[in-house]
């Protein structure tokens, strides 16, 4: 199946995207398809699909991005972390 997807932008954002060259579209489909697996909307075996790796590929290609699966964002530890205080104290150690 064949998506594609239109994208309107000023003249000088398109004037950037394309300098990018011929790999534009596997790099928009790749951070997209990152963006929706970092929301825990696509699986890793979709997302090694859609990146056309396999799963050792994928897990070396998430690495590298800065994105660990099953990491938690800033926001869910400082939650945490409120949690805890809260339930502890804040002056226990």
């Known amino acids: 199946m064949?998506?594609?997807?239109?994208?309107?932008?000023?003249?000088e954002v398109e004037e950037a995207f394309r300098s990018r060259g011929d790999k534009l579209a596997e790099e928009m489909k790749a951070?997209?398809?990152?963006?929706?697996?970092r929301r825990g909307q696509l699986s890793h075996y979709a997302l090694s699909k859609a990146l056309r790796l396999d799963r050792f590929q994928t897990d070396a290609y998430l690495k590298q991005h800065g994105i660990f699966e099953g990491s938690l964002s800033h926001q869910e530890v400082d939650e945490d972390l409120q949690r805890l205080h809260e339930f502890f104290g804040k002056d226990a150690q």
């Open 31 to 37: 951070a997209y398809a990152v963006d929706l697996f």
């Open 2 to 11: 064949l998506l594609t997807v239109k994208i309107d932008l000023p003249s």
